[in-house]
């Protein structure tokens, strides 16, 4: 998919479209997740700090991400490809493998890109969207064709082309090329596939290693014998939140760690699995990272299980110094659940004590401070991040523009409306609530570009800015 989040904001607000959309994180800290084209024509790019970008280009749109449309998009997309074959790979939200010969397809030229044309039409007709369809022997060359087609193209890769294509590359196009691999090689006189190949595998297996030198020799070659592989279990289910200004109260950590543990909890329900290990991700203010977990006697997905667990582990840990960044993960994971039952009595104990010492004393507070905790999230007003979706009483549905010194600006419309007009109101309206993302495709899709497919034997080099759809979400997977 092209730009995707980007994309994916611009077709659901009308009044961003052919503008500049930064998604990511929008606070000091923040890193840019996703970049329009628009924007990237300004320098922006994935990854880079959303500060930097604000200074390369200031007039953008930048919004949080909305992780719930995106997935809707993604499976949507995902449907369509398991339409073409049994076998698909997915990478990401917004990317995926698939074998066509799986799925009957002739390994023709006139044949594969016919069904190319069609899966681009189909996406478009689907949600409104653009993606890039690479087409080729071999996996890594199917990606490198993929990339080379952006945005909005098709791109063919020729048997017997492949090293027309990838010589003149450089040679972090290459899978498993990362910066210390490709200083590794600079620093040896190689910058390019070619340069890779004519330094021959021996040379490769001296600098690199055995495994890593040979592999890297036959991708240089153009060969590429990985399968696709249907399915790719998840690891592990985690989420991660940085902030702004570092946590130096212990009762707000503490609470932070409980929010993100049910926040765990919902992504496990929701992909139907359940975990063993709990653990915890702590990085100080000094960005000194720590990690720890806790084993349970069986998989679970019990929230009450879970936040104790983190919990626990938090005590083992000192935050006195300042906390940026709280994660809270499972893994081990399972499709049943063999719940801890001692940790889920001993939870349910400590509530009903919790109750019946409130009963006797009024409006008595836990010792922890977690009811101190609890009142101050209800009395702290309603944020409101640029870009999430919102429903008034009156005006019907939008998306905040933004918000500041006691107001929030909504801009009023939907994926198939007109841009709409934007209206101000006090954050604590009563009349305005939280929405969810409409579906892209209702009343009328997104209108997308096109361009024509073309069968490149030459050398294009790959958008080193395209993302992977990522931020915000950790789900590590083998």
């Known amino acids: 998919m092209d730009a995707f989040f980007a994309a994916a904001e611009q077709a659901a607000k009308p009044s961003l479209r052919g503008k500049p959309v930064v998604v990511g994180g929008i606070g000091v800290r923040g890193v840019v997740s996703t970049a329009s084209y628009e924007a990237r024509v300004f320098g922006v790019r994935s990854a880079m700090p959303t500060a930097q970008a604000r200074r390369l280009c200031p007039n953008a749109a930048y919004l949080a991400p909305r992780f719930s449309l995106y997935r809707q998009v993604s499976e949507a997309v995902m449907e369509l490809l398991h339409a073409l074959s049994p076998l698909v ?4 939200l917004d990317e995926a493998f698939v074998d066509l010969e799986a799925g009957g397809v002739p390994a023709r030229t006139a044949a594969v890109r016919a069904v190319g044309e069609r899966l681009r039409r189909d996406i478009r007709s689907s949600t409104g969207l653009t993606g890039s ?4 022997g071999a996996k890594m060359l199917a990606k490198i064709a993929s990339e080379t087609a952006k945005p909005d193209g098709l791109v063919v890769i020729e048997p017997g082309t492949e090293r027309e294509l990838l ?7 290459l899978p498993g090329v990362g910066p210390a691999t490709a200083e590794t090689l600079r620093r040896a006189g190689i910058h390019t596939v070619a340069e890779t190949a004519e330094a021959g595998e021996a040379e490769l297996v001296r600098l690199l290693g055995r495994a890593h030198g040979a592999g890297l020799y036959a991708m240089a070659l153009g060969q590429d014998d990985r399968p696709v592989v249907a399915e790719r279990d998840a690891k592990s289910i985690s989420v991660e939140d940085t ?5 130096t109260d212990r009762t707000r950590v503490r609470g932070e760690v409980l929010r993100l543990a049910d926040r765990c909890v919902q992504r496990l329900r929701a992909a139907g699995r359940s975990g063993r290990t709990v653990v915890i991700k702590v990085r100080n203010y000094d960005f000194s990272t720590l990690t720890r977990s806790e084993t349970l006697r069986g998989p679970t997905d019990d929230p009450a299980v879970i936040r104790e667990a983190a919990v626990r582990l938090l005590e083992t840990v000192d935050t006195t110094g300042g906390v940026r960044l709280l994660g809270v993960g499972v893994s081990g994971l399972a499709d049943f659940t063999q719940e801890d039952l001692f940790a889920q009595l001993a939870t349910e104990r400590e509530a009903r004590e919790a109750e019946e010492a409130a009963g006797a004393v009024g409006a ?12 101050a999230q209800e009395e702290a007003p309603r944020r409101w991040h640029p870009g999430l979706d919102v429903v008034h009483e009156e005006y019907g549905a939008g998306w905040v523009q933004g918000s500041g010194v006691g107001r929030v600006t909504i801009r009023f419309e939907t994926p198939w409306s007109a841009p709409g ?9 009563p009349a305005l609530r939280p929405g969810e993302p409409l579906p892209l495709v209702g009343g009328g899709p997104a209108v997308a570009q096109s361009s024509e497919p073309a ?7 790959p958008d080193p800015g395209e993302d992977t759809g990522s931020v915000g979400e950790e789900i590590s997977s083998r």
């Open 243 to 247: 902030f702004e200004v570092d946590l």
């Open 455 to 461: 069968i490149l034997p030459k050398s294009v080099s």
């Open 167 to 173: 010589d003149p590359m450089p040679v972090r196009t």
């Open 89 to 92: 790979e997915p990478l990401s």
């Open 133 to 136: 369809v690479g087409l080729a």
């Open 364 to 375: 008595a507070e836990p010792a922890d401070g977690g009811g101190r905790a609890q009142e």
């Open 421 to 429: 007009r934007v209206r101000t109101f006090a954050v604590e309206d």
